[in-house]
């Protein structure tokens, strides 16, 4: 089984921030019910004055304003499914799974149009709020251990905040390049280890250039 993150790694940019583009442009009143708190969640996250889970809440919370959201979410995918990475399709196998920790409801679509496995967070659309773990980081890990999966061949990641499951997989790839380069996973020095572990604890993703 190979494993693979989905935003930055096989997909060229972050779905969840593409799809709340999508919305606000069909749906200008975001803008003034969802946007401006983001704003402020954001600058609190950023002062490390809330943590990255009620960050995502906020973030996600737009698709609780979304009416027609199941004929938007395959709108979004019909433009955007080109954006999966060539390199990705040319070995693509029917036991791939996708962990991401952007909402099930917006991977949902695209991993069956791709055919493959996928976990992601699971967000409740209509109260607003995570119905089990956001899937970041160790949580991906965690959750794989968890529920006894198969052994990993290889799993691939833009962010060193996955290492927790680079460390699972029998050969793990970093991702870079706007999801066009793929290189082995690198070995962490004692002072870089230690950042990305501080930097998990916290919520941040982490790459090479951080």
């Given at each position: 089984?190979?494993?693979?993150?989905?935003?930055?790694?096989?997909?060229?940019?972050?779905?969840?921030?593409?799809?709340?583009?999508?919305?606000?442009?069909?749906?200008?009143?975001?803008?003034?019910?969802?946007?401006?708190?983001?704003?402020?969640?954001?600058?609190?996250?950023?002062?490390?004055?809330?943590?990255?889970?009620?960050?995502?809440?906020?973030?996600?919370?737009?698709?609780?304003?979304?009416?027609d959201f199941d004929v938007q979410i395959e709108r979004y995918w019909d433009k955007y499914e080109?954006?999966?990475?060539?390199?990705?399709?040319?070995?693509?196998?029917?036991d791939d799974l996708i962990i991401s920790a952007s909402p099930a409801?917006?991977?949902?679509?695209?991993?069956?149009?791709?055919?493959?496995?996928?976990?992601?967070?699971?967000?409740?659309?209509?109260?607003?709020?995570?119905?089990?773990?956001?899937?970041?980081?160790?949580e991906k890990a965690r959750y794989i251990l968890d529920h006894g999966f198969p052994t990993i061949e290889n799993f691939y990641s833009d962010s060193l905040a996955d290492t927790p499951l680079a460390l699972l997989a029998e050969k793990a790839h970093l991702v870079t390049n706007g999801a066009a380069t793929v290189t082995d996973w690198p070995d962490l020095d004692p002072q870089t280890a230690q950042t990305v572990k501080r930097k998990i604890d916290t919520g941040w993703n982490v790459h090479l250039n951080d």
């Open positions: 089984m190979n494993v693979y993150d989905f935003d930055g790694t096989i997909f060229y940019s972050d779905c969840s921030i593409g799809f709340a583009r999508w919305c606000m442009a069909r749906r200008p009143k975001l803008l003034a019910t969802w946007l401006p708190g983001l704003v402020k969640s954001l600058v609190l996250y950023k002062a490390e004055k809330i943590p990255n889970h009620l960050l995502q809440r906020r973030m996600f919370a737009y698709l609780t304003q979304i009416d080109n954006r999966i990475s060539s390199w990705y399709l040319a070995q693509k196998r029917p409801c917006i991977i949902g679509p695209i991993a069956k149009r791709l055919g493959v496995n996928f976990i992601a967070s699971e967000f409740d659309r209509e109260y607003g709020v995570f119905v089990n773990n956001l899937m970041y980081a160790r």
